[in-house]
């Protein structure tokens, strides 16, 4: 019968041996550069839920990769376009792991940043007001009883606040977090060609959420400076938002899942 002595001391030789074949296998089976520097120029077929994947069309997009790895750390940027003018770009920081030698499977998750442009629909600016709304609150002012307002009072401070260039329509914004997965073939040691694939989930806002919710901060801004009782600015905030279309964020409404898969040609220094 083993003594406890012996026992636990051929624990620690087995434990002992365990920890160097661990520290030899693992380094080269995955590994994370210290430094290292790629473009990559790619083609992907993009989706995703909610508003903004609904105007997005003109499948596949093409763009450009550029990113840095400094101590493990991932950092890179991507602009791909479409036609009709369409383009999205993020901005990622995250951390990956590759496999292999000739080749190279590479796992990675990112968070960052991210955005989207359409082309002008020639349709009015998002913020402006056009001639039936500004009745309607020219109207509504000077009903105020024993102390109407003018509409060029309204006017002035709703363009300080909101802007009369606004281009806000054809943009859309947020944050994503995603994860990506690439196997690529070493042609060159600089050269590689290979696919990913990647699946995010996304806060973004379209430009005409985040016009409306700038429509209702001006409309409040405005009515929060007239010398009226506290109830009827609470009416008029809401009449006023009603005739232009004002409405608040839902952040529900920002929430969503994107995905891509293509190919590229990696560059890597």
Request: proline share 3%; glycine share 12%; aromatic share 14%.
């Amino acid at each position: 019968m083993l003594s406890k002595s012996t026992f636990f001391s051929g624990l620690k030789k087995r434990l002992t041996i365990l920890s160097l074949l661990f520290a030899v296998v693992l380094p080269s089976t995955a590994y994370a550069d210290v430094f290292g520097f790629w473009i990559k120029p790619k083609m992907d077929f993009v989706s995703g839920t909610g508003e903004v994947f609904k105007r997005f069309e003109g499948q596949p997009a093409g763009g450009l990769e550029v990113g840095l790895e400094l101590l493990g750390l991932s950092f890179w940027g991507d602009a791909e376009f479409m036609s009709e003018s369409q383009y999205w770009a993020s901005g990622n920081v995250g951390i990956d792991f590759s496999f292999g030698d000739t080749i190279e499977l590479t796992i990675g998750a990112y968070g960052g940043v991210i955005f989207f442009g359409f082309p002008d629909t020639g349709e009015q600016d998002s913020g402006a007001v056009d001639a039936g709304q500004k009745q309607r609150i020219t109207e509504l002012l000077g009903n105020i009883p024993g102390m109407p307002i003018s509409y060029d009072d309204f006017e002035s401070a709703y363009n300080e606040y909101f802007g009369d260039e606004d281009k806000l329509s054809n943009t859309a914004f947020g944050l994503n977090g995603r994860l990506r997965l690439s196997l690529e073939y070493k042609v060159l040691p600089l050269l590689s060609i290979g696919m990913q694939a990647s699946s995010g989930y996304h806060y973004i806002m379209t430009g005409e959420e985040a016009a409306g919710s700038a429509k209702s901060l001006a409309v409040d801004s405005f009515v929060a400076t007239q010398p009226i009782p506290d109830g009827a600015k609470a009416e008029l905030k809401t009449e006023i938002k009603d005739i232009l279309g004002a409405e608040e964020v839902n952040v529900e409404d920002l929430k969503g899942v994107n995905y891509s898969v293509g190919a590229f040609v990696n560059f890597s220094f």
